[in-house]
T-cell receptor, first 115, second 115 residues
Framework: AQKITQTQPGMFVQEKEAVTLDCTYDTSDPSYGLFWYKQPSSGEMIFLIYQGSYDQQNATEGRYSLNFQKARKSANLVISASQLGDSAMYFCAMREATGGFKTIFGAGTRLFVKA | KAGVTQTPRYLIKTRGQQVTLSCSPISGHRSVSWYQQTPGQGLQFLFEYFSETQRNKGNFPGRFSGRQFSNSRSEMNVSTLELGDSALYLC??????????????FGEGSRLTVL
């Protein structure tokens, strides 16, 4: 069964520094997609970045990059040059190819950026 | 391009009542998913509809139901409300098909309080 684990309930980072949010997953499907979403205090979920299981290179989107280690089943999000506006809840998510469009989410990590 | 629209945004019900929530997806998106978000359980998958058919269902009791119309708009219904149904209900739409990552586009949610 598919499962997403985020072991960091909360993280602090100094403004302008980089931070890594951890995510591990479990699946028996060889084809899957991994996602990261951001949820600010306003509540709306925002898609950040995607990594496909067959992608050879780690995904990057601006200040976001995904450190994909397939053998370890980890998909950590790296935010470079943190900004105050990055303070939010971050969710790792996965969708299996055989699961249709059922996307499951981890418990989330709350990131606090300090000035 | 209009985003995902959920109505109502806030509602208060009493135990035993029923509630219907509405979701209008992004134009052209035929997949609609529903999630329940609570502080204790995080984001839990309810169900996903595609072309008026329920493709996936989460582990929720039969009191939770949904449907999708021919214009891709979706509704979810919760009957015989319980206190534990108090939550933020998020709707998300997505594109299906080759070349799409299938990321979810979320609405702002409907916050249900059951008294």
């Amino acid at each position: 069964a598919q499962k997403i684990t985020q072991t960091q309930p909360g993280m602090f980072v100094q403004e302008k520094e980089a931070v890594t949010l951890d995510c591990t997953y479990d699946t028996s499907d060889p084809s899957y997609g991994l996602f990261w979403y951001k949820q600010p205090s306003s509540g709306e979920m925002i898609f950040l970045i995607y990594q496909g299981s067959y992608d050879q290179q780690n995904a990057t989107e601006g200040r976001y990059s995904l450190n994909f280690q397939k053998a370890r089943k980890s998909a950590n999000l790296v935010i470079s040059a943190s900004q105050l506006g990055d303070s939010a809840m971050y969710f790792c998510a996965m969708r299996e190819a055989t699961g249709g469009f059922k996307t499951i989410f981890g418990a989330g990590t709350r990131l606090f950026v300090k000035a | 391009k209009a985003g995902v629209t959920q109505t109502p945004r806030y509602l208060i019900k009493t135990r035993g009542q029923q509630v219907t929530l509405s979701c209008s997806p992004i134009s052209g998106h035929r997949s609609v998913s529903w999630y329940q978000q609570t502080p204790g359980q995080g984001l839990q998958f309810l169900f996903e509809y595609f072309s008026e058919t329920q493709r996936n269902k989460g582990n929720f009791p039969g009191r939770f139901s949904g449907r999708q119309f021919s214009n891709s708009r979706s509704e979810m219904n919760v009957s015989t409300l319980e206190l534990g149904d108090s939550a933020l209900y998020l709707c998300a739409s997505s594109l299906r098909g080759a070349g799409n990552t299938g990321e979810l586009f979320f609405g702002e949610g409907s916050r249900l309080t059951v008294l």
